[in-house]
């Protein structure tokens, strides 16, 4: 976890983690050789100091552990989906055959009949029920795959391909306009 965290966040974690072993090893071993009867009459004065750097460390995860808040929190949307170049349909079909998207999936302009895969004859329906614009949904399934998972199906079984921002514009082009 600490690696996900901002440098920052980082030293300011160590720091009061440090603060509180540093407390925690001088009350244990150099007060009391120094005092035999520590903590004594000021027995409750470092109850309260104990308590202190308890709550501090406390809030110091709570503070510095705390992940900052991605674009998707922010705007409430599932997922960002970047902006794509114009996509071309025929190029998109070729990909889709390229990219094996027909063993998988059914799709009328494709003249796949697969079954693994939801089928993207439906795409407007599904695109409704995960609440995004058309186009938006299916540059999302593309690049990432299990942000969406059509009922009936278990995620992790369509893989993230590597394409580029064009292949996945042409692929977008090609399923949107149902050719």
Known sequence: ??????????????????????FALISSFVLPSRNPDFPGRRRNLYLV??????????????????????????????????????????????????SGCSACHTFKPAASHGTIGPDLDNLK????????????????????????IAPGYKPGIMPKFPFSQKQVA???AFLSSGQ
């Open 1 to 22: 976890m600490a690696f996900a965290l901002s440098t920052a966040h980082q030293i300011g974690l160590a720091l009061t983690g440090a603060a509180f072993i540093v």
């Open 49 to 98: 100091v104990c308590a202190a750097f308890f709550l501090a460390m406390l809030a110091a995860v709570l503070v510095f552990g705390r992940e900052e808040p991605t674009s998707e929190a922010a705007t409430g949307a599932t997922t960002t989906t970047p902006k794509l170049p114009p996509g071309d349909p025929a190029a998109g079909k070729t990909q889709f055959a390229a």
């Open 125 to 148: 329906a599904s695109a409704a029920k995960a609440g995004q614009p058309l186009d938006a949904f299916i540059a999302t399934s593309i690049m990432d795959p299990n942000a969406y």
């Open 170 to 172: 042409d692929l977008v």
